[in-house]
């Protein structure tokens, strides 16, 4: 029986791993850097949980939520069941919604209703003002803006260098293509463009891991 259950794991786990990954539709082989070292949060905005977070080291979903936390609250869920709560127990990866000082309240009925059927221990807010969030946006240079209410329904894939991801450039296919953020109102793209871009950005970073772990196998 330990003999099986060990053929297994040298050889069927590998193999199931790579069809999980390859069975995408993501059409780079890695997912391009659209822009590249963007500012980690500011020191002086406002965790809501009053813990410190940071963007480095950390596979970061990053989105700007707007003084309405009431009218995106379906993006939000959007997102906490489509992306979050797929790969929450990946180290390092967590969920980091920047929004307005005085939208506290809201946040937190929004969180009591989500915490019912997920685990937000790796969901962030971080609170600043309208102007430091409209300044901040700007820094990271993308085609897309804020609306009225210093929000957008889009999210972004931060890498652990603090490289924003998407897709920009050729495609296998040859074809341009990109993409710098992934609309939190559509669930069709959420479940496919972004959970496969996300899956892409996680085998990146478990291929690294596995190469580092060899590499010391073989020093030591």
Do not use: C
């Not at 069809?19 to 890695?30: P, R």
């Not at 127990?89 to 309240?105: L, N």
């Not at 430091?132 to 804020?146: A, D, H, R, S």
């Amino acid at each position: 029986m330990k003999k099986v259950l060990l053929l297994v794991a040298l050889f069927v786990v590998p193999v199931v791993a790579y069809l999980f990954f390859a069975s995408g539709v993501n059409s780079f082989i890695k997912l391009p850097v659209v822009t590249e070292k963007i500012p980690e949060l500011s020191a002086s905005w406002e965790p809501l949980s009053g813990n410190p977070v940071e963007m480095k080291n950390k596979i970061t979903i990053l989105g700007f939520a707007g003084n309405d936390i009431k009218y995106v609250e379906g993006n939000i869920t959007n997102l906490a069941h489509k992306i979050y709560d797929k790969n929450k127990d990946f180290v390092d990866f967590q969920v980091i919604m920047i929004a307005p000082k005085g939208t506290e309240e809201e946040i937190n009925k929004l969180d009591q209703q989500l915490s019912v059927n997920i685990d937000l221990k790796h969901w962030h807010y971080v609170m600043a003002t309208e102007n430091e969030i409209q300044e901040y946006f700007k820094k990271l240079n993308l085609v897309g803006g804020l609306d009225s209410k210093f929000g957008t329904s889009n999210v972004y894939i931060i890498d652990k260098e603090l490289n924003l991801r998407g897709r920009k450039g050729k495609n296998k296919k040859g074809e341009d293509e990109y993409r710098e953020g992934y609309n939190t109102i559509s669930a069709a793209d959420l479940h496919n463009e972004m959970s496969d871009d996300v899956k892409v950005i996680l085998a990146e970073y478990r291929l690294a891991l596995k190469k580092n772990n060899n590499k010391d196998n073989i020093t030591n």
